[in-house]
Structures are given as structure tokens and as C-alpha cells.
């Protein structure tokens, strides 16, 4: 399951337990982030209770875009402990971001 988190619960939400948090950046309007989100989704399923999964919209959150100099679409990052531990800019194959991901589980 991806939860879609705003500004106000994003610290909160990337803090919470011990693992990996998945974050996509993204925007409805994007091309790429349109391509992404199905992938994203499915890796959600694969990684059910490893990884969690967060989507935040750029529009709409305008201050962690800001914070995490989030300025290409769609980025995905991954934080650990609640800081950031690895981005990954634009569209990419499934198995590019499972790599991303293994690597922090």
C-alpha cells in the first residue's frame, strides 16, 4: 500500500520504525510520473511489510519539495532512520529500482 503524505505528517511519516521508507515525488500533470506509479505500485505488493511505500505531491507540498531540493520529476528517494539515503531522478525500470531498494534492506 502506498500512503500519499503531505507537508504537515512527512517527518513524521519517514521517522516511524525501522524500515526503509520509499518516497515518490511526483506530480499529476508529469508524463514519467504517470509511467512510474504503476511500478511503484506493484513494488509496493513485492515489498509488502519490508519497505514502505509514500507518494507526495510536488504541487501540493511545496515545502518538502523545497527541503529535499526535489526539482526534476519523478524522484524517488529512500530514507532510512529518517534521513535521506539514496535518489534515483527520473523514470527507470522496475529492476533499477529494486536495486535501489535492496540496498537499503
Known sequence: MIKEV????FNEEISEGDAPVVVDFWAPW?????????????????????????????????????MYRVSSIPTVMVFKNGSTADTMVGFRPKNALKE??????
Request: net charge negative.
Open 100 to 105: 535501489l531498494i535492496d540496498k537499503h534492506i
Open 30 to 66: 508529469c508524463g514519467p510520473c504517470k509511467m512510474l506509479g504503476p511500478v511503484i505500485e506493484e513494488l509496493s505488493s513485492e515489498y509488502d511489510n519490508k519497505v514502505k511505500f509514500l507518494k507526495v505531491n510536488v504541487d501540493n507540498n511545496p515545502v518538502v519539495s523545497q
Open 6 to 9: 503531505m507537508d504537515n505528517n
